[in-house]
């Protein structure tokens, strides 16, 4: 169980936050005040849970406490809601959606002796703000960091939180995952899921080892695209700090994170700037189009086991424990396919007698559908998605030079991410914070006239 100083920096992460707006830039202190606490804060279960209300964690904690910060200071000068009526849409179903949800489930779940209860009025708001204070860092990265210095700061951001973390997972590396024990008292996960491959890979104060490859993943990703904006000594110390993130990135012991490293790096530093958000898109269409690939049988899974086991049968038997999962649990999505299951464990498998949960939900795109039906998929992934389309497109309007050379490598940063949400759930702040920025920027292109010249300054302004 966590000690008394994880719910102390709960608590005192509210004061740390207002101290970050009082003395940065507003772009500064809203990355930083979502990003240092998913790096730092306790994970669950340390939470504060309070009547009607989800539980406040080290995610939702800080989008609060941010959000009305924003709001004291900056007011909302600009419209919360996206500008186009499709964004604007998929917002609205992201949040009310869970009302549909509960207004199909007021019945109780019987498996043999075992039931779960049925869900009610206190069920439906606290979905409902759950998924508002989920979405969040969406709405606030739109109308803040939608600028060229908002975009460098997410990118830097990214870079140097990267840089730090690399610390304390080589130590965990070298010791072993300890120092969530060593300062919170308890330990986040499964350790021996931590053991791979005769050693040790970090987790430090996350979920699991897989967040932490996949945030050095975007730390690689981000150093490159900061090395193209730069020249001569500063390019060569960005390169050598991306190879040195590149040695880390091998030493957390995750196939799936090193392939992604392997694959964007050429990405983000040789393509232009089109061409990168073609792969984007392109990748953020296969990854949104999986459960009704894999419904239609389309989905070559037995090639796909049959590579895995060529890497490693450790990681094939994973797999294939994945995929059957996935397949239950799509049947039992299927009886409730529009608007899902709910809360409560209702959309697992539970052993009639002993009441366990025998299903295992991994990947975020099977968690949705199971708990918010197809329209709570639909309007996720939509919104993650829905940027990296709108930049492809209003991108064509625009000359080469009109185009942030940070544009492309956070586009494909997430469609990445994307992909990863099949077979894990590695949906962070740091998703939300870039599909805002990404959106943000789409639609201020669609007022911007191209330029045949030298780039000129914007002259954004970011307000709430």
């Known amino acids: 169980m966590p000690n008394g100083l994880a719910y102390l920096m709960l608590a005192v992460w509210p004061l740390v936050t207002l101290v970050m707006f009082r003395r940065w830039p507003i772009e500064r202190?809203?990355?930083?005040?979502l990003l240092g606490a998913y790096m730092f804060l306790p994970p669950p279960p340390a939470a504060f849970d309070f009547p009607m209300m989800p539980p406040l964690t080290k995610?939702?904690?800080?989008?609060?406490?941010?959000?009305?910060?924003?709001?004291?200071?900056?007011?909302?000068?600009?419209?919360?809601?996206?500008?186009?009526?499709?964004?604007?849409?998929?917002?609205?179903?992201?949040?009310?959606?869970?009302?549909?949800?509960v207004l199909g489930n007021t019945e109780p779940v019987f498996y043999g002796n075992i039931g779960l209860p049925a869900l009610g009025l206190k069920d439906m708001?606290?979905?409902?703000?759950?998924?508002?204070?989920?979405?969040?860092?969406?709405?606030?990265?739109?109308?803040?960091?939608?600028?060229?210095?908002?975009?460098?700061?997410?990118?830097?951001?990214?870079?140097?939180?990267?840089?730090?973390?690399?610390?304390?997972?080589?130590?965990?590396?070298?010791?072993?995952?300890?120092?969530n024990i060593w300062i919170y008292g308890y330990f986040q996960h499964n350790f021996e899921q931590m053991i791979r491959d005769g050693g040790f890979?970090?987790?430090?104060f996350m979920y699991h080892g897989l967040w932490v490859a996949f945030f050095t993943v975007m730390a690689i990703t981000c150093a490159i695209a900061l090395a193209r904006e730069a020249d001569g000594r500063h390019r060569i110390i960005l390169i050598g700090a991306a190879l040195y993130l590149g040695l880390v990135l091998v030493l957390c012991k995750s196939l799936g994170s090193l392939i992604y490293g392997i694959y964007l790096a050429p990405l983000a530093l040789l393509l232009p700037v089109r061409m990168?958000?073609?792969?984007?898109?392109?990748?953020?269409?296969?990854?949104?189009?999986?459960?009704?690939?894999?419904?239609?049988?389309?989905?070559?899974?037995?090639?796909?086991?049959?590579?895995?086991g060529r890497a490693s049968s450790e990681r094939a038997n994973s797999l294939h424990f994945r995929l059957e999962n996935e397949d239950i649990l799509m049947e039992r999505a299927y009886l409730k396919p529009l608007f899902g299951w709910g809360s409560w464990g209702r959309n697992h498998i539970l052993n009639?007698?002993?009441?366990?949960?025998?299903?295992?939900?991994?990947?975020?795109?099977?968690?949705?559908?199971?708990?918010?039906?197809?329209?709570?998929?639909?309007?996720?992934?939509?919104l993650i998605i829905l940027p990296i389309l709108m930049l492809l497109i209003n991108s064509r309007r625009l000359g080469r030079h009109d185009l942030s050379p940070l544009l492309g490598p956070v586009a494909l940063l997430l469609a990445i991410n994307l992909i990863d949400m099949l077979p894990n759930a590695t949906l962070t702040p740091m998703t939300w914070l870039f599909a805002g920025?990404?959106?943000?920027?789409?639609?201020?292109?669609?007022?911007?006239?191209?330029?045949?010249k030298a780039p000129r300054s914007l002259g954004w302004r970011p307000v709430m």
């Open 29 to 33: 202190a809203l990355i930083w005040s």
């Open 276 to 308: 990168q958000l073609r792969i984007a898109a392109l990748m953020a269409l296969v990854a949104i189009s999986y459960p009704v690939l894999k419904g239609a049988g389309l989905v070559p899974v037995d090639w796909i086991l049959e590579q895995a």
């Open 125 to 179: 708001v606290a979905l409902v703000l759950l998924q508002f204070i989920l979405i969040l860092p969406f709405l606030m990265a739109r109308q803040i960091l939608a600028t060229p210095q908002g975009l460098r700061e997410l990118v830097g951001a990214l870079f140097i939180g990267g840089m730090i973390y690399s610390l304390p997972m080589l130590l965990e590396v070298r010791l072993s995952p300890q120092l």
């Open 201 to 204: 890979r970090p987790i430090v």
């Open 437 to 452: 920025t990404l959106l943000g920027i789409a639609e201020k292109m669609r007022d911007q006239k191209p330029s045949r």
């Open 59 to 101: 995610e939702s904690l800080p989008s609060v406490v941010t959000f009305a910060i924003c709001l004291f200071y900056y007011g909302r000068q600009a419209p919360l809601l996206p500008r186009g009526r499709l964004a604007k849409a998929l917002v609205l179903l992201f949040i009310f959606s869970p009302i549909a949800t």
């Open 352 to 382: 009639p007698t002993t009441g366990i949960i025998e299903t295992i939900t991994d990947g975020r795109w099977i968690i949705l559908i199971g708990i918010y039906g197809w329209a709570g998929y639909m309007a996720e992934f939509g």
